[in-house]
């Protein structure tokens, strides 16, 4: 894996004197900042990693919470950001275009390993009134039975989600963990609306038909 580019926060200020300034620019002006020059500007790269850090971490770890080296990816990512930035033609997407990154570096990473494991760390999902599915666990504590049958239900889950074509992994986690709009969603991957919204509800039907007995209890 490629060296991390360290920032130490607590010198950002000293070393930089515009750092005060930069983080009252918006997002699309500082990655406008970040584009120009041969390389990005140091300060304004700070300001932007600082800003998108958690949304990083976030995907990352709903993608690999297992994973001991996340840290390790999510500096990956941004040494990505850093080299590739000055391709992005519209500063709008780099939302979307950070998420790419982030989940495209993911399966990259799990397709060298030997050993292939489901990374994705989904609530038991449920079956709603208009065909959706509910990511969410009541509350009540469980007791000893349910926690068998709970634990039971995540490891089949993650069978349910390793049998997923890549493509229809990809959609889950950017339409059920990071909650993008099918919009979003058809930008990152490069296909129509439509293949998005086919993409989901067929995942969907093949979680919940390989998980029927569980749903039903």
């Given at each position: 894996m490629s060296q991390s580019i360290t920032v130490s926060w607590s010198t950002v200020d000293a070393r930089y004197p515009e750092a005060s300034v930069l983080d009252k620019l918006s997002n699309h002006?500082?990655?406008l900042r970040c584009q120009t020059g041969l390389r990005p500007d140091r300060a304004a790269f700070a300001e932007l990693l600082k800003r998108y850090q958690s949304q990083v971490e976030r995907t990352l770890y709903h993608l690999a919470p297992d994973w001991t080296d996340r840290a390790d990816l999510a500096q990956e990512v941004w040494i990505r950001v850093y080299r590739n930035i000055s391709r992005l033609q519209d500063p709008v997407k780099f939302r979307g275009w950070l998420s790419r990154i982030s989940t495209n570096l993911f399966y990259d990473e799990l397709r060298k390993r030997k050993r292939v494991t489901t990374p994705l760390?989904?609530?038991a999902p449920r079956t709603l009134d208009d065909g959706q599915m509910d990511w969410e666990i009541p509350g009540d504590?469980?007791?000893p039975e349910e926690v068998l049958t709970t634990r039971e239900f995540y490891e089949q889950l993650r069978d349910a989600?390793?049998?997923l074509p890549e493509v229809f992994r990809t959609t889950i986690i950017l339409r059920e963990i990071e909650g993008m709009t099918y919009e979003e969603i058809a930008e990152i991957t490069g296909v129509s609306l439509?293949?998005?919204?086919s993409r989901i509800a067929r995942a969907r039907s093949r979680l919940q038909t390989?998980?029927?007995n569980y749903l039903n209890a």
């Open positions: 002006d500082l990655i760390s989904l609530d504590t469980p007791g989600i390793a049998d439509g293949t998005v919204k390989q998980l029927q």
